[in-house]
């Protein structure tokens, strides 16, 4: 064999060596998560749950081919699975299926309602052709079947997917029940918010103001105006002294936006019982700093307006797993909370407004004309004033020492008057999770929006003891925003030095280097 | 073996730093990025501290940057007919291969440290996910090596610079984005997964999202070898004929 035909050999070899160790890369590979949320990772918490399932778990993964190899998110989606099952000692087994594979897994991927769309992709100048797409997932459990029809990112996959797994173990959903004291809330769109956002983990539960709550509720959310007659809030107050735990999301003024005014809601009961539990709210508002405004956009312009802020970190607990791990929240018109637990009872701030906030109180101007006017008069007084607390305890009842409305007296109903251990949340603000927000602040209000129910979500969680998925959920929601400096004028001159620091003198130093280069070696051969 | 390599590297190191297209391309590439981040893509008012936008764009830049650092690696010597003279000095092929390689690749890998400044300044404004960052940059080293080898494998194919370039050019265009059309093209997923796997992007997209997967890396490993090898065997034929 002469040497020309030797190499060629080589070469060939060479190559098929190549193929060989590419092939074998996709069959023996590792990953090494370096993400510090740990995002590709399923966390320690989720790997106990699973391990805590009395019988064993299918996951059926319907994922188009075509999507995977076009798209990296749901290659990734596949790999959190396999975590899963590699997890679970054997408790969870996962099958990835192509519903464009075959009419029958089709079929399977439809009967069970998982989400199937046409795609289309060009092919040719003039052609195209259409394939079956689906990412969903079918979890079966006993006799149980539950679809989820589409997922499309990993952030929430692993807290849903756990959250349901879980629901599994405890063999019951939780139940929320809410009850809405608030003229002009969008019940149908506050309902499929609920229902995108809790299902599969949790089912929510509407109640008229007086209704009964049973204590199968896991917990009660309670948003509006603080109007209720005794009859009303004795049905709330002996759920909490059951052990129902509850979030009060409350407006302790009332808005009169038209006249630009607010005025005090007189005498509530509700406000009062709050305040027998250890969370007093006056009848004041919360104005913030230029630094926190939180910008209205009204289709034409964005302004600012002292009475709509945002939070900030250093404000936050970093003791409540709530807020542990922070993400900012926005208020419009708050009222501030003030602690006051009776014996029993442990109050937390879980976020203030920043030390620059000022109260106003009596006079409540809220002419956006005036803000800035009167945000200056009030500025001496500035300090931090907590906007949501938690309190946790045994709970005084609001009827202790009065008497049991009318309707109940007669009803033989036995009162009780002092709680076993419980949780309440108070935030000063009914606006906090009102739907209302995404057309008042136009683009940003639905931003605004999703962060506040994310940490009102949060909220219900810890509420009904699930601090296993405020673990797995609160690490995506970190602060992704450049808002790390406070100060306008700070913020704008990093941002100004990180430019021009960028564009002009890192390229002028190369340059200068080039040119001090070349002169060196000018004069190195001119001697 | 080292010794020779490393003195060829320091050869072609010397000539990218003793003219004036090192400085151009470096200095280039950095007004480029800074102008897409801030300027383009406005990325102070995107208010979110991510630099996905920053990097994405990277493979389209090192399309041209590549083709620019590789270009005259191996068709300088032929218009200047000193590969004849290289190709008889005592150096293996192997040897002049990877010298000429790791030029590039050095120079690439500076200009790449000369951005660090954007993420460290912009920490100032936002927490930014660092895990993902550092991603991103084994990424982009990764990419830049088996493009810098695909680029010089080119170039020794060529005798013009020119030719070099546009070549070098075109095909990191097939292989980063036509690839990705092809493959969304076939309707057969084995064969689109085939295609799909030999897209330079894909692969950089994950170690971009901060996962580091063997399976990307040795991907990048294998095309580096592959071009490199090309390459010498070229050399080989070339003293042949």
């Known amino acids: 064999m002469n040497k020309k035909k030797q190499t060629l050999i080589i070469t060939f070899m060479f190559i098929a060596v190549l193929i060989l160790v590419a092939m074998n890369s996709t069959i023996f590979s590792a990953r090494l998560d370096i993400t510090e949320t740990k995002v590709y990772t399923i966390q320690e918490s989720s790997k106990k749950i699973m391990r805590r399932l009395p019988d064993q778990l299918t996951i059926t993964y319907f994922l188009a081919e075509k999507l995977k190899t076009s798209n990296v998110i749901f290659r990734q989606i596949e790999d959190i699975l396999k ?37 289309g992709e060009k092919s040719g100048k003039d052609s195209a052709y259409v394939f079956l797409a689906a990412s969903g997932l079918l979890i079966e459990y006993q006799d149980k079947k539950i679809p989820i029809a589409r997922i499309q990112s990993i952030e929430t996959l692993e807290y849903n997917l756990t959250a349901f797994i879980l629901s599994i173990i ?12 608030k003229p002009n809330w969008n019940n149908s769109t506050f309902q499929s918010v609920l229902q995108s956002e809790f299902e599969p983990a949790i089912t929510a539960e509407m109640f008229n103001p007086g209704e009964s709550i049973p204590d199968s509720i896991d917990a009660l959310f309670i948003v509006g105006t603080p109007d209720f007659t005794e009859s009303e809030l004795f049905e709330i107050d002996q759920y909490i002294m059951r052990g129902g735990k509850a979030f009060f999301s409350i407006d302790s003024v009332f808005i009169m936006q038209q006249q630009g005014q607010a005025i005090p809601h007189m005498d509530s009961n509700l406000v009062t019982m709050l305040e027998q539990y250890g969370a007093k709210i006056p009848p004041a508002l919360v104005m913030e700093g230029d630094d926190a405004f939180a910008p209205i956009h009204d289709g034409r312009q964005s302004y600012v307006y002292n009475y709509f802020f945002r939070t900030f ?21 708050a009222s501030p909370i003030e602690l006051v637990p009776p014996v029993g009872v442990k109050a937390e701030p879980l976020t203030s407004s920043s030390a620059a906030s000022v109260r106003v109180q009596d006079q409540l101007d809220i002419n956006p004309q005036n803000s800035a006017n009167l945000y200056q008069t009030l500025s001496p007084s500035a300090a931090s004033q907590p906007l949501v607390v938690a309190l946790s305890g045994s709970f005084p009842s609001f009827f202790q020492g009065r008497e049991l409305p009318e309707s109940k007296k007669d009803s033989g109903v036995n009162a009780v008057y002092n709680s076993i251990p419980s949780r309440i949340i108070v935030v000063g603000s009914s606006n906090f999770i009102d739907p209302a927000t995404i057309d008042l602040m136009g683009l940003q209000g639905s931003n605004y929006y999703w962060s506040n129910f994310s940490y009102f979500k949060t909220c ?22 450049l808002s790390k400096i406070q100060k306008p004028e700070e913020a704008e001159a990093a941002a100004g030095f990180a430019t021009y620091f960028n564009l002009i003198i890192i390229p002028l130093l190369v340059v200068l280097f080039g040119i001090i280069k070349y002169m060196l070696r000018k004069k190195a051969k001119n001697e | 073996m080292f010794e020779r390599i490393l003195t060829i590297t320091k050869k072609e ?69 000193t590969d004849e003279i290289l190709l008889t000095l005592p150096f293996r092929e192997v040897e ?79 292989i980063i984005i036509v690839t990705d059309f092809i493959q969304q093209a076939i309707p057969v997923p084995a064969i689109a997964g085939f295609v799909g796997w030999f897209s330079f992007r894909t692969h950089y997209e994950t170690l971009s999202n901060g996962l580091i997967d063997t399976q990307d890396l040795l991907f990048y490993i294998i095309m580096s070898v592959f071009f490199l090898y090309l390459n010498t065997r070229t050399l080989i034929f070339k003293k042949w004929s």
Request: proline share 4%.
């Open chain 1, 313 to 333: 970190a250093e404000y936050a607990s970093k003791e409540n797993p709530i807020t542990a791990n922070f993400a900012p929240v926005v208020f419009e018109w």
């Open chain 1, 170 to 181: 405890e063999n019951k959903k939780k139940t929320v029940g809410y009850i809405i004291n």
């Open chain 1, 460 to 481: 219900i969680e810890w509420l009904t003891n699930s601090e296993d998925l405020i673990a797995i959920k609160t690490r995506a929601s970190r602060d992704s925003s």
């Open chain 2, 96 to 174: 002049l291969v990877i010298g000429k390689f790791i030029a590039p690749f050095i120079l690439l890998t500076a200009m790449l440290v000369l951005t660090l400044p954007i993420p460290l300044a912009l920490s100032a404004l936002g927490d930014f996910e660092w895990g993902q960052i550092i991603g991103q940059y084994i990424g982009v080293v990764f990419f830049g090596a088996a493009c810098i080898s695909l680029g010089l494998f080119i170039s020794a194919l060529s005798t013009n610079q020119i030719i070099s370039f546009i070549l070098s050019t075109v095909s990191l265009f097939f």
């Open chain 1, 83 to 119: 975590e899963y099952a590699a997890s679970s000692e054997g408790k969870v087994k996962l099958t990835v299926l192509d519903p464009g594979s075959s009419a029958e897994i089709e079929n399977q991927a439809r009967s069970n309602g998982i989400y199937i769309w046409d795609a």
């Open chain 2, 13 to 81: 190191l010397n000539g990218f730093y003793n003219s004036p297209v090192a400085y151009i391309i470096t200095g280039l590439f950095l007004v480029f990025m800074s102008v897409w981040l801030f300027f383009i893509q406005r990325f102070i008012d995107r208010n979110a501290a991510d630099l996905l936008i920053f990097f994405s764009v990277i493979p389209f830049v090192f399309m041209f940057v590549i083709p620019a650092l590789t270009m005259r690696s191996w068709a300088e010597e032929k218009k200047m007919r």
